[in-house]
C-alpha cells in the first residue's frame, strides 16, 4: 500500500498581505490604545546607541544585496567554505587564578569534559610567566590550542610557551600568543612597543596554525561603548597592526593570518550575531583594500560580556551569558568563552567553570545550533541590521583614521565617544528602559549570593569598566551596611483589584535599592491608613490606587501621612495632588527616586 503525500505548505490558504495592510491594521491597534499616529513604523521604531533605526517591520525589499556564499567573500555567512565540517566552534575557557596549581587542576577537569582550547591569563593578578609549565603540566599542546593573555609580560610568556613546546619535541596546536600593544594601552594605559609584537608574529609565523597578535575590542565595550563603537576600534586596531607587520617585514598574507579578533557577546542576541557578521564584512572589506580579497576571513574570538553580568541575583547571569553564547555562535564566531556565572563575585569554582562549559556543550551538541552555517542568513531584520551596522561602524573607524589611527585616537577621541555612549546607557538603565532583571526588575532582597575568593584586581590607568548595573548595586550595597534595612510603606487606597497594580510597581522599583516595603491594608479612611503608617516605623509614603481613587482621596491621605510624620509622599502613577510631594512612573528616574529615600530615610552613605 502507498499513501501520497502532499506537500505541506504553511500559507496555503491565505491571501498575501500587503506592507499597506499591515499599516492601517497597526495604526487601528494604536489609536485604540490611545496614542494618535499616522505612521506605525515611527511609533514603534527605536534607535540603537549607534543610531541604527530597528523598525517593526521589514520585508524582502529591506533586503542590502547579496552577501555571498559561506567561505567566500566578503565572508558575511562565514569564514567555512559551503560543504566544509561544521563541527561546532573551538569551546575556550578562562583561567586567571594566581595558584598555578588550582590552575592546572581546573585545566585538566575543563578538558576532560569538553573544552577544546585554553587562555591563560598571567601577570596582572594572575600567575607570573614562569608559572606555564605547571600550569600546562599534563596538557598535550598538540591537541590542545592555548592562547596567552599576558599584558606587559606577552614577550616572556610567549618565550617560556614555546621552550615548553620545543621541550616536548612538539608543535603547539594553534592558539595565539596574545600580543596587543594598542589592547594593553586601552586597558591600562601603559604603552607597549609595536616592535615587540611585530617580533613575535615573525617567529609564530613559521608555527603552523599559531597566531602572535589578540584585536582584542572588549576594552571598549567594557568601557560602555556601542557595538559599531566596538568594531570600529577593532578595525582601527587591526590595520595599526597590519601596518606594523607588513613595515616589519611579514607580507599582506603573513601579517593577516598573524590577527585574532576579540568581541563581546551581550544577551541583545540579534545586535550580537549582527555584530559578527558585521565584523567578518568590515575586515574583508579592509583586505580589498588592502589587495588581498582572497585573504579577508577573520579568526573571531567571542567572549560573553562583562558589562552585562551582576554581582546581584548572579544566577541570572546564566540566562544571560547562554543568550549572548547562542548569538556569538549563531552570528559564526570561530571560538567562544562563556564567563562563569559568578564572575562578578571573585574568582570562579569548579561548579560555575562547569556550567559555563556546559552551555557551550549544549548548544553545540544537543541543540544542533553550529550544525547550520550563518542561520541568520536571509532574515531581512538580520541581513539589514548587519549591513546597517557595519556603515556605523565603517564611518567611525574612518574617524579614528582621521584623528591619526587607533594609537593617536586613545588619547581623546575614543575615550570621549565611549564616555559619551555609556552617558546615554547610563541614563537609560537609570529609567528602566535598558531593565536588568534581577537587579532593577525584579530584586530578591533576601537573596544568600554564593562567596568566592577574591579576585585580584585588573591593572588601572586604561578606559574605565564599567558595569550596566553598577549604580543600582552601589544603592543595594548602601541598603546593607544600614544594618536594619530601610523601609517605605506603601498607603494602598481603596480595594485589592484598585491598588495592587502600582502597589507592585512601587514596592519593585523601592526594591531595586535595596528598600523594603510594607502595604497598608484596603481602606479609604485617611486616619486609619495614617495610623498604619505610624505603626509602620518608615519616614516614607508611597500613596497607591487607582486614577479615580486618587482624585477621591489623594489629598486626604497625604495630609493624614504628613500629619503622623511623613517626611516624603510619594504617589505611583501621574497626577498633581496637594500633599504629595512627588510621583513614580514608568521611565522616571529610578536611581533620583532611590537616592532621595534614602536620604528622607536618613541612610548614611
Request: charge should be negative; hydrophobic fraction near 45%; include cysteine.
Amino acid at each position: 500500500m502507498t499513501v501520497e503525500h502532499e506537500e505541506f505548505r504553511p500559507g496555503a490558504g491565505f491571501a498575501p498581505g500587503t506592507r499597506e495592510e499591515w499599516r492601517r491594521a497597526a495604526v487601528g491597534v494604536l489609536r485604540r490604545s490611545g496614542a494618535e499616529v499616522d505612521s506605525p513604523e515611527e511609533a514603534l521604531a527605536h534607535t540603537t546607541y549607534d543610531g541604527v533605526t530597528l523598525r517593526p517591520l521589514y520585508d524582502a525589499s529591506d533586503l542590502p544585496g547579496d552577501p555571498g556564499l559561506p567561505g567566500f567573500a566578503p565572508y558575511v555567512r562565514g569564514a567555512r567554505p559551503l560543504g566544509g565540517a561544521l563541527s561546532g566552534w573551538d569551546v575556550r575557557q578562562r583561567h586567571a587564578h594566581p595558584d598555578p596549581a588550582v590552575t592546572r587542576e581546573a585545566v585538566l577537569a575543563d578538558l576532560e569534559n569538553g573544552v577544546t582550547s585554553l587562555w591563560l591569563v598571567l601577570g596582572e593578578g594572575g600567575p607570573p610567566p614562569s608559572a606555564l609549565p605547571r600550569m600546562l603540566d599534563g596538557v598535550y599542546l598538540d591537541l590542545a590550542p592555548v592562547v596567552l593573555s599576558a599584558g606587559a609580560a606577552t614577550t616572556e610568556a610567549a618565550e617560556v610557551y614555546l621552550r615548553l613546546a620545543d621541550q616536548r619535541g612538539t608543535a603547539p596546536a594553534g592558539g595565539n600568543l596574545g600580543a596587543d600593544p594598542i589592547g594593553l594601552r586601552a586597558r591600562t594605559g601603559t604603552p607597549a612597543p609595536l616592535p615587540e609584537a611585530v617580533a613575535l608574529a615573525r617567529r609564530a609565523k613559521d608555527v603552523p596554525s599559531l597566531r602572535a597578535i589578540t584585536v582584542d575590542a572588549t576594552p571598549y565595550h567594557d568601557a560602555g561603548g556601542s557595538d559599531a563603537e566596538e568594531l570600529g576600534c577593532s578595525l582601527a586596531t587591526g590595520v595599526a597592526y597590519l601596518r606594523a607587520l607588513t613595515d616589519g617585514g611579514l607580507t599582506l598574507e603573513e601579517a593577516l593570518g598573524q590577527l585574532e579578533f576579540r568581541y563581546a557577546a551581550t544577551a541583545d542576541q540579534f545586535l550580537t550575531i549582527a555584530k559578527f557578521r558585521a565584523a567578518r564584512m568590515l575586515w574583508a572589506r579592509v583586505a580589498e583594500v588592502c589587495g588581498a580579497p582572497a585573504l579577508g576571513g577573520q579568526l573571531q574570538h567571542a567572549v560573553t560580556s562583562s558589562a552585562m553580568m551582576t554581582a546581584r541575583d548572579p544566577w541570572v547571569n546564566m540566562l544571560r551569558t547562554t543568550l549572548a553564547c547562542f548569538a556569538a555562535g549563531v552570528g559564526g564566531a570561530d571560538a567562544v568563552t562563556v564567563q562563569p556565572f559568578d564572575a562578578r563575585l571573585g574568582l570562579p569554582d569548579a561548579f560555575a567553570r562547569r556550567i559555563a562549559r556546559n552551555t557551550q556543550s549544549l548548544l553545540v551538541e544537543e541543540a544542533g545550533v553550529a550544525r547550520v552555517a550563518d542561520p541568520a542568513g536571509g532574515s531581512w531584520y538580520a541581513e539589514r541590521l548587519t549591513a546597517d551596522l557595519a556603515g556605523k561602524a565603517w564611518e567611525w573607524f574612518q574617524e579614528i583614521e582621521r584623528a591619526g589611527g587607533a594609537e593617536a585616537a586613545l588619547g581623546r577621541l575614543i575615550p570621549e565617544r565611549l564616555a559619551a555612549t555609556w552617558a546615554r546607557r547610563s541614563r537609560d538603565v537609570a529609567r528602566r528602559v535598558r531593565p536588568i532583571t534581577g537587579v532593577s526588575e525584579f530584586p530578591h532582597l533576601d537573596e544568600r549570593r554564593p562567596v568566592r575568593e577574591p579576585a585580584p584586581e585588573p591593572a588601572g590607568g586604561g578606559l574605565p569598566r564599567v558595569h550596566y548595573a553598577q549604580e543600582f548595586e552601589a544603592l543595594r550595597d548602601r541598603a546593607d551596611r544600614a544594618g536594619e534595612r530601610p523601609l517605605v510603606f506603601l498607603a494602598t487606597i481603596g480595594p485589592v483589584a484598585a491598588h495592587t497594580a502600582r502597589a507592585s510597581f512601587a514596592a519593585n522599583l523601592f526594591r531595586s535599592g535595596g528598600i523594603a516595603t510594607l502595604t497598608g491594608g484596603a481602606s479609604t479612611d485617611p486616619a486609619a491608613i495614617a495610623g498604619e503608617f505610624a505603626r509602620s516605623g518608615s519616614a516614607v509614603a508611597c500613596l497607591c490606587s487607582s486614577d479615580r481613587l486618587y482624585a477621591e482621596h489623594a489629598e486626604a491621605v497625604a495630609a493624614a501621612l504628613a500629619g503622623a510624620g511623613a517626611r516624603k509622599v510619594w504617589l505611583a502613577g501621574k497626577g498633581h495632588y496637594e500633599g504629595v510631594d512627588a510621583v513614580l512612573h514608568a521611565g522616571c528616574d529610578v536611581l533620583d527616586v532611590l537616592r532621595t529615600t534614602f536620604d528622607d530615610l536618613g541612610v548614611a552613605p
